[in-house]
């Protein structure tokens, strides 16, 4: 058997450097971050802009039939009634969402009583007041939500989404 003749003597000294230098560089890397987290930035992939409706199509707390960013991606329009982060209108209260399950892809349901999407298949539960959080199930995902613009004519338009529509590989035309 050879012998390595390249071995480095460290020392207890030199050992408790290394550390230390480590231990200042996680611990920056981890003020960085949390530097970032102060403030979020919405991870949006933006499509062409597509009319949804009008402010005078919605009816505060039921949900509107929609599909954004094409047909085959079926969401809603929701007046909430208070105002909610990412919420467009004059009283901030108008969200839109995707109202597929992100776990398998089931069709949600829209209960008005507590402002939550419900998942028939393994009951997932999302929070519209919340930017459709996951509250409950299966999902490791949030709801996709619109990024919704209303124009001076009370036209809502959908700019882009939040999240991955289930099904895709990519949030692409």
């Not at 611990?27 to 949804?52: D, F």
């Not at 929701?78 to 398998?104: A, M, N, Q, W, Y």
């Amino acid at each position: 058997m050879e012998r390595c003749d390249k071995l480095v003597d460290l020392g207890r000294r030199q050992f408790l450097r290394g550390g230390a230098i480590a231990a200042v560089g996680a611990a920056a890397a981890v003020g960085l971050q949390t530097e970032a987290k102060a403030a979020p930035a919405l991870a949006l992939v933006e499509y062409p802009a597509n009319r949804l409706a009008n402010i005078s199509d919605l009816a505060p707390n039921e949900a509107l039939d929609v599909a954004y960013p094409d047909d085959n991606a079926p969401g809603v329009l929701l007046k909430l009634g208070t105002r909610v982060e990412g919420g467009v209108g004059p009283d901030g209260d108008i969200v839109g969402f995707s109202t597929v399950c992100p776990h398998k892809g089931f069709p949600l349901n829209y209960n008005p009583d507590d402002h939550s999407f419900n998942c028939p298949g393994h009951y997932s539960r999302f929070d519209a007041d919340a930017g459709g959080q996951q509250i409950w199930g299966q999902s490791t995902a949030n709801l996709p939500q619109y990024a919704l613009r209303i124009d001076d004519k009370g036209d809502i338009y959908a700019e882009g989404i939040d999240e991955l529509l289930y099904g895709r590989l990519s949030n692409v035309l």
